[in-house]
């Protein structure tokens, strides 16, 4: 047999593994300039063309129709997953696909912590800052009728967080947590609504386990004698502030939420309370005092009177 003829399919095998490495250098291979470290984010709501544009301008693949015939043929076209996509090194077309169905962004975790007493406004100052493709004003919005059922905790988000699951995360905590007070919350003979209403005013005006217990007991007190609460915390949530020492002005000003011009409950919570706060108004100091006040010694001080109020006030405040 001719050796030119014994060598043929040899060729043939050569040339096409060539053509192959080389088909997929011109297709397939990331681009020569992949940015390696740099994070590209999937605005929700992205149509997979849309996305295979945004790559490709990003320098993420070469051809922006070979990724749309790659999540066509795996079917997955319609689901590319939002959020922020980490890419530490070049990742070739097929892989590019996958983590894009699958939601791999190549990040951890964000962590925010929601201490105590921390209002929707506040919530969404923290939520915006560490998650940017989450607005403060659409969370505001949105979480605004859920003010105090949006448990203070620590959490884990993943990079494709939006308003809708966040909120639902932090409801279902709330669930979960108000279920364990079930049998208390029972003998307390009061709504969940006015628990965690005046549990919202507990947590602004009580610092520790015991001055919360004290001003729930004097605060219900002052309910049953048709008193109004006359609560300052409330002016800093009627005016968006995260102070509230209300001036005289403040004390007259027309809001359901002013407990100085309104007797009862004010018609929500002001903030998020947590677990110490919702358990002080289920089991809140047996007391005859009606008054109290934060002196400059950062401590509690307690009147049954007016008159031993105007006492404290003039040894403690000045």
């Not at 997955?76 to 791999?104: D, M, P, W």
């Not at 003979?189 to 947590?203: F, H, K, P, Q």
């Not at 950062?298 to 049954?304: D, P």
């Amino acid at each position: 047999m001719d050796f030119s003829a014994r060598q043929a399919p040899w060729a043939v095998a050569f040339a096409l593994a060539l053509f192959l490495v080389g088909g997929y250098q011109l297709l397939f291979a990331p681009p020569a300039d992949f940015p390696s470290g740099s994070i590209v984010s999937i605005a929700r709501g992205s149509s997979a063309p849309l996305v295979a544009e945004q790559f490709a301008t990003a320098r993420l693949i070469k051809h922006p129709r070979l990724l749309l015939l790659a999540l066509r043929v795996s079917g997955a076209s319609a689901r590319v997953q939002a959020g922020a996509y980490l890419f530490t090194k070049s990742e070739n077309l097929f892989v590019v696909a996958y983590r894009i169905v699958a939601g791999a962004y190549g990040l951890p975790p964000v962590r925010i912590t929601f201490p105590e007493g921390t209002s929707v406004r506040q919530a969404a100052a923290l939520i915006s800052a560490a998650l940017p493709e989450v607005k403060a004003a659409d969370f505001l919005k949105a979480a605004q009728p859920y003010e105090g059922y949006l448990f203070p905790d620590t959490y884990l988000f993943p990079p494709s967080a939006d308003t809708t699951s966040i909120i639902a995360l932090l409801r279902a905590n709330f669930d979960a947590k108000i279920a364990t007070l079930s049998v208390d919350i029972a003998a307390a003979g009061r709504s969940i609504s006015d628990i965690v209403t005046l549990a919202s005013l507990v947590e602004k005006e009580g610092r520790t386990t015991e001055s919360r217990r004290m001003v729930a007991g004097i605060l219900l007190n002052r309910l049953k004698l048709g008193m109004p609460l006359q609560v300052d915390a409330v002016f800093g949530y009627i005016n968006g502030r995260d102070t509230y020492s209300p001036s005289f002005a403040d004390l007259t000003v027309d809001s359901p939420y002013n407990t100085y011009t309104h007797k009862g409950l004010p018609p929500g919570p002001i903030c998020n309370p947590g677990m110490d706060a919702l358990q002080a108004v289920l089991h809140p100091s047996k007391t005859s005092y009606l008054y109290y006040l934060t002196g400059k010694d950062e401590r509690m001080h307690y009147a049954t009177t007016f008159t031993e109020h105007q006492a404290n006030r003039k040894k403690y405040l000045r």
